[in-house]
């Protein structure tokens, strides 16, 4: 069975901090890409960082600068490293796997950005 586990949310300042980590099981990590995703109350789910399984990697215009997407594939684990937050980086955030037309998603971990 397939089982992405988030960490790391949590409750931060603007300006301030997070890393979010992911752990697979269930999948061969190392040829994978994964991402991570993020879906705010009224909006649709949007691509915020993802790495191929080469390691190479793309963001959203908006994390630019801010963000910085890692794997390690022999703790078969990815992380989102968060930096500069700010309030509309608020959301619930998604780690994918994806190999072809094979996906998976994890649960989830609530971010919130606020004073």
């Known amino acids: 069975q397939v089982q992405l586990v988030e960490s790391g949310g949590g409750l931060v300042q603007p300006g301030g901090s997070l890393r979010l980590s992911c752990a697979a099981s269930?999948?061969?990590?190392?040829?994978?890409?994964m991402g991570w995703y993020r879906q705010a109350p009224g909006k649709q789910r949007e691509l915020v960082a993802v790495i191929t399984s080469g390691s190479s990697s793309n963001y959203a215009d908006s994390v630019k600068g801010r963000f910085t997407i890692s794997r390690d594939n022999a703790k078969n684990t990815v992380d989102l490293q968060m930096n500069s937050l700010k309030p509309e980086d608020t959301a619930v955030y998604y780690c994918n796997a994806r190999l072809s037309s094979q996906e998976s998603w994890g649960q989830g971990t609530q971010v919130t950005v606020s004073s």
């Open positions: 269930g999948i061969i990590f190392k040829i994978f890409d």
